[in-house]
Each structure stands twice: as C-alpha cells, then as structure tokens.
C-alpha cells in the first residue's frame, strides 16, 4: 500500500522563478492538502483539493495555487518565489471532504530559495 | 484567532521512562485531534488521533488524553526508547477543514 509520495525531494531555485511540487494521495485517497513548513515550525496550512477543486485555503498569497487532477493526484505552484518560502511543502492525503478525517503526510518536498 | 500550542518546546528523558508532552488549543469547536512524530529530514508520521467523543485512547506504548474543558491534550508515552527521539506535534481540525499544528516538542532519550 503507497503512502503519500512527492517529488521533488529537494530543489533549488532563485528569487523571481516559478515551482511545481507534486504529490501522489495514499492508495484510496481523494483529497489533498498542501502545507509549508518552515524551519522549527508546525506545518501551516495552504489548500485542500478535493473532486478538483480548491475547497478550503489558508492565509496565503495568490501566488501559492494548485491543482487536482482526476487519478487525485496534485500539484502546488508558487509563483515570483521569494527568500521567505524557503521551507519543506508537505503535501497530505485523507479520504473524504469532512473535518475529522486522518490525513497522512508524505515525506515533503524541500525548497530553497536563492 | 485559532492556536495550538506545546507546553514545552524541549523534553529530556531517560530511556525506560515515562514521557509526557502537552498540547493547548483554543478553537472550542475543536472535535478532532492528532497526534503526529516527525524525525529530521522526515514528514511527520501519523501516531494517534482522538475525536472529542472520547476523553483517553490508547495504542502500542501511547495513550492520548483529552480535557475538553480545558482545551488540553497530552501524549503519554510508555518506556521512552531512544528510537522515539524527535519532534512531536499536536493538532486540532480548524474552521477550514484544516488541521492547526502547534510548534512542536523535541523528545530527547537519554542511553
């Protein structure tokens, strides 16, 4: 049974460009979620994709988007990266849109920006 | 605003011990808890969730106890081996269907 996977587990990028972080749900998830975690600090939530759509975010800029496709897997996009989103992007998977649902993480994707 | 806090950003224990990590949250519509353990360079790994039905559930060496109340939990953790080592966080479910993480604990056994 596949937990959540992500790719990719490092990379580096410079102020200005643009990213792409993907994410493979758990076996039998539909719904993703995508959370930053910054160096010893909790995770913070960005988004949750559930039948494609963005269906709750968190307070973070238009520059943080994503996407849903159909074998549930997704994507998050930062646009005009800055220094401040070097982090770890966590991306998690649960079964079902409801408050309540276990959500597993995957390893994480760690971004640096120069 | 919604928050969740540990008690204690750092624990020292010795191996054999028993540890206990606290949590605070102040969303009283709060009904779903985790649990998660996250080792460096790792996501964090999934221990023990309670839901606010339940005040103590137990697993393999952990029991979790929620005080409703108080907008308290703690992580119990039986005969603390060195392999328990890292960084514990509590979380509540949010208003968005979120899962609100505190800072974190760092649990360090001691040979």
């Known amino acids: 049974d596949a937990g959540v996977t992500q790719s990719p587990t490092h990379l580096i990028k410079t102020r200005g460009q643009q990213v792409t972080l993907r994410c493979s749900p758990k076996s039998g998830h539909d719904t993703v979620s995508w959370y930053q975690q910054a160096l010893g600090q909790g995770p913070q939530f960005i988004f949750q994709y559930y039948e494609e759509e963005e269906r709750q975010r968190g307070n973070f800029p238009d520059r943080f988007s994503g996407h849903q496709f159909p074998n549930y897997s997704s994507e998050l996009n930062v646009n005009a990266l800055l220094l401040g989103d070097s982090a770890l992007y966590l991306c998690?998977?649960?079964?079902?849109?409801?408050?309540?649902?276990?959500?597993?993480f995957g390893e994480g994707s760690w971004l640096t920006v120069v | 605003g919604e928050s969740v806090g540990l008690h204690l950003p750092t624990l020292s224990v010795q191996e054999g011990d028993n540890s206990i990590i606290n949590c605070a949250y102040s969303n009283s519509a709060s009904d779903y808890f985790i649990w998660y353990k996250q080792e460096s360079g790792k996501g964090p790994q999934f221990i023990i969730d309670?839901?606010?039905?339940?005040d103590k559930r137990q697993g393999q060496r952990v029991t979790v106890l929620l005080n409703k109340t108080v907008k308290h939990l703690s992580l119990q953790i039986a005969a603390t081996q060195p392999g328990d080592s890292a960084v514990y966080f509590c979380a509540a479910n949010g208003n968005n269907n979120d899962m609100r993480f505190g800072a974190g604990t760092r649990l360090t056994v001691k040979p």
């Open positions: 998690a998977s649960s079964l079902g849109f409801s408050s309540g649902n276990t959500i597993y």
């Open positions: 309670i839901r606010s039905n339940m």
